[in-house]
């Protein structure tokens, strides 16, 4: 089960920090990811954390603004962001799977398990 939070409405060059807990996941060797989608656009990804290795990844032009991080302990991934830009505007999904990958922004497969998003809204 993944659960967001932490979404509102900022003006443009502020922060906000999303989380999402991941129940029952962060445990096993998972990818889990950060996704958006704007209205009448397409659902892009933004960001990957593996638990096998730590690795991580942002992808797009949010890179150098966003930042995802995981406490294994509070089964949470975070996507810090910062100078936030109107086009960030978005509802924010977390998803998980335990082969899933994330190549691009546009490119990424296996996420069969979503969180129901949260509202983010840069003005």
């Known amino acids: 089960q993944l659960v967001e939070s932490g979404g509102g409405s900022v003006q443009a060059g502020g922060s906000l920090n999303v989380s999402c807990v991941a129940s029952?996941?962060?445990?096993?060797?998972?990818?889990i990811g950060w996704f958006r989608q704007a209205p009448g656009s397409e659902r892009e990804g933004v960001a990957v954390?593996?638990?096998?290795?730590?690795?991580?990844s942002v992808v797009g032009d949010v890179k150098g603004r966003f930042t995802i991080s995981r406490d294994d302990g509070k089964s949470t991934i975070y996507l810090q962001m910062d100078n936030l830009k109107p086009e960030d505007t978005a509802i924010y999904y977390c998803?998980?799977?335990?082969?899933?990958?994330?190549?691009?922004?546009?490119?990424?497969?296996?996420?069969?398990?979503w969180g129901q998003g949260t509202q983010v809204t840069v003005s």
């Open positions: 029952g996941v962060t445990r096993n060797a998972y990818c």
């Open positions: 954390t593996y638990t096998r290795g730590g690795d991580t």
């Open positions: 998803a998980a799977g335990a082969r899933a990958r994330m190549y691009t922004e546009n490119n990424y497969r296996g996420f069969d398990a």
